[in-house]
């Protein structure tokens, strides 16, 4: 992106880099508040019934902005908020299968060697490949919280057998990605003790929750309420991430700014773009430029951005932006529909790098 001058833009929002405790804390147990409490609506209603509707809704919005924390912790300096990433574990992660070292591989996606590459978990070339392929990455949605039954409720004591088991896990199947051919490479440290304690805190919490089911304590109706509540979850947080990126790399390493370059600020309604694009993940392409300022410091920096940098920088930035999620779908699909590249996805699957790139 000839032009766009990084270094001034990160002089006019240096100060714009400490989260606020008070903010943190407030957004993440208000919204798990609600999104529990909608949960409870929703499970203990009569499946068609308005209520039932009502609670699904906002439970399905409220826990996918509270699931969406995973995304900060990721980019929290460690003891910056002493506390926060053991509650949100214990409040969301464990319950909702997302112990948030499975997200430790968002590293990848700001890695200048791994961005748009196969080495990145949250990120293939559909703009360049055939439409089916983005109707494949939506078919991971139902998909999803059974494979992570799977993985948490019977393989998990498996692993406690086997050594071998255990790697293989840790390198294939412990990561919450939307590229399904990721693979933690192979020289990647075991998780910490505390995760391990964690896993096991899955594991317990969801194996109980199975027995008193198959105990008849609990009605079978609320699994399938819970898979359906999970999907929904998923999905909203599916397109969302289909709207972060033009997803037009052909597999080669990107530069800091070229991965800015290749990133979407979205804009439209405010209300609704909140709930589409919680916590500041409507300023992607901002974020790319700055991964470790906080959530809430984005819609503060984007405006100073826009009303301090010069014309040329300015011009830059805005190339990133589009007018909601439907017009970044719609775009996505005609290009994948105009420009398929059926040998990429080929060499995406081997996750080998295109060597003409």
């Known amino acids: 992106m000839a032009g766009f001058a990084l270094p001034k833009a990160r002089s006019l929002v240096h100060d714009l880099f400490r989260p ?22 929703y499970l203990l209603n009569p499946a068609v019934s308005f209520w039932s509707f009502v ?24 003891g910056t908020l002493p506390g926060f990433v053991a509650a949100w574990n214990i409040a969301i992660g464990i319950p909702l299968m997302t112990p948030s070292y499975f997200y430790d591989n968002h590293n990848d996606h700001h890695s200048r060697k791994h961005y748009g590459t196969p080495q990145d978990g949250e990120y293939m070339p559909l ?16 998909l999803t919280p059974i494979l992570a039954v799977i993985r948490f409720v019977l393989i998990v004591p498996l692993t406690w057998l086997s050594p071998r088991l255990r790697r293989w896990v ?20 075991p998780p910490d003790r505390i995760w391990r304690l964690a896993e096991a805190a899955v594991f317990a ?45 052909r597999g ?23 709930l589409m694009f919680p916590l500041g993940l409507r300023y992607h392409a901002l974020h790319h430029l700055f991964p470790a300022m906080p959530y809430h410091q984005l819609g503060i920096a984007h405006r100073r951005l826009l009303a301090k940098l010069t014309p040329t920088s300015r011009e830059a930035y805005e190339r990133t932006f589009r007018p909601g999620l439907t017009p970044v779908l719609i775009n996505l699909w005609r290009s994948a529909s105009t420009s398929a590249d059926a040998t990429l ?4 699957r081997k996750r080998e790098i295109p060597a003409a790139f």
């Open 252 to 274: 080669a390493p990107m530069s800091h700014v070229a991965q800015f370059e290749d990133s979407i600020t979205v804009l439209g309604n405010p209300v609704l773009t909140e």
């Open 205 to 249: 919490f969801h194996a109980t929750l199975l027995v008193l089911l198959i105990a008849d304590v609990l009605p079978w109706i609320l699994l399938l309420k819970l898979y359906v509540l999970a999907c929904f979850g998923i999905l909203l947080n599916w397109l969302r991430n289909l709207a972060g990126h033009s997803f037009a790399s």
């Open 170 to 189: 840790d390198l294939n199947a412990s990561s919450y990605i939307s590229n399904p051919h990721y693979r933690r490479l192979a020289d990647t440290p």
């Open 55 to 78: 609670g699904f809704v906002v439970a399905g919005f409220a826990l996918f902005r509270v699931g969406t924390f995973i995304h900060e912790i990721v980019h929290l300096r460690r």
């Open 345 to 348: 996805m080929q060499l995406w």
């Open 127 to 142: 703009a360049h490949s055939r439409p089916r392929e983005i109707v494949l990455y939506f078919l991971q949605v139902p």
């Open 20 to 41: 606020d405790p008070l903010w943190f804390w407030s957004d993440f147990i208000l919204t798990a508040i609600v999104g529990y409490g909608a949960a409870a609506l």
